[in-house]
């Protein structure tokens, strides 16, 4: 498609459309660094031969027109076989800009990805997928490797305030909730 580039890596073709070509370098050697890590914590019981679509759109703008859903920064569409998240700099207090929020949106999508294809295309159930994806997306990904993962910065705040009011769902209520209910 007129304007896009792409780069293949042994596990991922990055399809893009943002002229930030070192967020697409760290993109595309992030990916491989945190596949190995999901790989390492659940391996696949047969190879994982699949090559896997990642696509960063240049803005939330065109994310959206391509399929976006209102309040999120990136999906993972099992049917289509691709990962789509757009470039969410932002800026940040004292000057300059982050991408922090891409490698967030980018660690959790790329684990349901990745756990689609190792488990011959069964979805997990929800809370174990969601779970997952949120614990990776507190990843540091530095030099080519994990050095760590901690909460999700997006989450850990919310969750907190829901267990001060008394509002969170119990776990053994979790584990039985449909997706639908899970969502909710």
């Known amino acids: 498609v007129r304007g896009w580039k792409a780069e293949d890596t042994e596990n991922f073709i990055v399809v893009h459309d943002t002229p930030d070509v070192p967020l697409v370098r760290k993109i595309v050697g992030d990916l491989e660094v945190i596949r190995k890590e999901y790989e390492k914590l659940f391996p696949s019981v047969k190879p994982v031969t699949a090559i896997s679509t990642v696509r960063i759109c240049k803005n939330r703008d065109e994310y959206m ?17 691709e990962l789509v998240l757009y470039d969410a700099e932002k800026a940040v207090k004292g000057g300059g800009k982050t991408d922090a929020d891409t490698f967030i949106v980018l660690y959790h999508e790329a684990f349901h990805q990745y756990i689609h294809y190792s ?17 990776f997306s507190g990843a540091r990904v ?10 999700n910065p997006w989450r850990a705040a919310y ?26």
């Open 65 to 81: 027109t391509y399929g976006g859903i209102p309040g999120s920064a990136g999906y993972w569409n099992s049917e289509s076989e």
């Open 119 to 135: 488990t011959g295309e069964l979805p997990p159930h929800s809370w174990f997928n969601e779970g997952h994806g949120d614990f």
């Open 142 to 151: 530095r030099d080519g490797k994990v050095r760590g993962i901690g909460p």
């Open 159 to 184: 969750i907190q305030r829901m267990v001060e009011a008394g509002q969170s769902v119990p776990w053994k209520e979790i584990v039985l909730f449909e997706q639908p209910d899970y969502y909710r």
